[in-house]
């Protein structure tokens, strides 16, 4: 199961609270996207919300930190964690960065 962060990024979506209910319950999300840390693969990325529609992506251990109405406003939020991450620690390890900023395992 998905997990939400606390410190959610948001990059143009206008009702957040719309959004992460249908995110929730499983309900389309045209053009949609999601930051998300995946705790199998150690990796950050970001991909349709529509994905999260299937019953198996619904299952894995993803870690959603960002929001975006469209793939151009996550590839902005990409770039400013990634900046982020590089002000903050001195290199530019997103994994790293959230895993410390989140808590995360």
Known sequence: MFTISKQLLNG?????????????????????QVL???????????????????????????????????SGEAKELMRALTEEALAQTGTPDVVAYLKAREGLA
């Open 36 to 70: 998300f840390y995946d705790a199998d693969a150690d990796v950050v990325a970001f991909m349709s919300a529509d994905i999260l529609m299937q019953k198996i992506q619904r299952r894995m251990p993803y870690h959603i930190f960002g929001i975006a109405k469209n």
């Open 12 to 32: 143009g979506v206008k009702d957040e609270k719309r959004f992460l209910r249908r995110l929730r319950t499983g309900a389309g999300l045209p053009g949609g």
